[in-house]
């Protein structure tokens, strides 16, 4: 059973456009992380959002906590072929759990074209 | 800072051998190491969890006698595939959680690739 769906699960598009990664559950998170990860690599920390209602921005890139806190987006704005990569979201279990454990979503392979 | 290592980053073995992945936190003191293995084109799938000086915590379908983790200090995990099979063969990434981490972020290692002949 997947707890977090991500959406798309592929996505090409051309440089200069704009383009939005969901990740959605019916499960509550205590806080919930974006990472990047380039082929051959570990992933890379992107952010953290915790608050319900958070809105977060690094450069081009917004990413926002629903309110209930089940639910991510990532928006990137005038993509670029340096953001091609894969980027997956993590929630953390730790309201239901009792202890801090992540869940990862099945990841969104981004290729940005020039 | 929060930087971890990983060592080897590629390995390739026998089938029916061990072998042994270290993981470090290099600039923190991590309460907690995660082990995680990731087929292509998917996502990471937890295996376990280790707090040091404790036993580690597996995941449903992962066997612990195949798969032995270590958390000797508050820097050094490993993970030990015995018996490896051409199965096995897969992309194991370990990451570490700590005081380096406001909200028990974990920040990853870059991952070890196992090819089992």
């Known amino acids: 059973t997947q707890l977090l769906e991500q959406s798309p699960q592929f996505l090409s598009i051309q440089e200069g456009e704009n383009l939005t990664v969901y990740c959605n559950s019916s499960s509550v998170f205590s806080s919930l992380q974006w990472y990047r990860q380039e082929p051959g690599e570990g992933p890379v920390l992107l952010v953290t959002?915790?608050?319900?209602?958070e809105v977060k921005k690094l450069k081009r890139l917004t990413f926002q906590f629903g309110d209930a806190r089940k639910d991510s987006s990532l928006h990137i704005t005038a993509a670029q072929p340096g953001d091609t990569g894969l980027y997956l979201c993590?929630?953390?279990?730790?309201?239901?759990?009792?202890?801090?454990?992540?869940?990862f979503g099945k990841g969104t392979m981004l290729l940005v074209s020039p | 800072g929060a930087v971890v290592s990983q060592h080897p980053s590629r390995v390739i073995c026998k089938s029916g051998t061990s072998v042994k992945i270290e993981c470090r936190s290099l600039?923190?003191?991590?309460?907690?190491m995660f082990w995680y293995r990731q087929f292509p084109k998917q996502s990471l799938m937890l295996m376990a969890t280790s707090n040091e000086g404790s036993k580690a915590t597996y995941e449903q379908g992962v066997e612990k006698d195949k798969f032995l983790i270590n958390h000797a200090s508050l820097t050094l995990s490993t993970l030990t595939v015995t018996s490896a099979h051409p199965e096995d063969s897969s992309f194991y990434i370990c990451?570490?959680?700590?005081?380096?981490?406001?909200?028990?972020?974990?920040?990853f290692g870059p991952g070890t690739r196992l090819t089992v002949l």
């Open positions: 600039d923190f003191q991590a309460t907690t």
């Open positions: 993590a929630g953390d279990l730790r309201a239901i759990k009792g202890y801090s454990t992540l869940t």
């Open positions: 990451s570490a959680t700590g005081l380096a981490g406001v909200n028990n972020e974990q920040f």
């Open positions: 959002v915790v608050t319900g209602g």
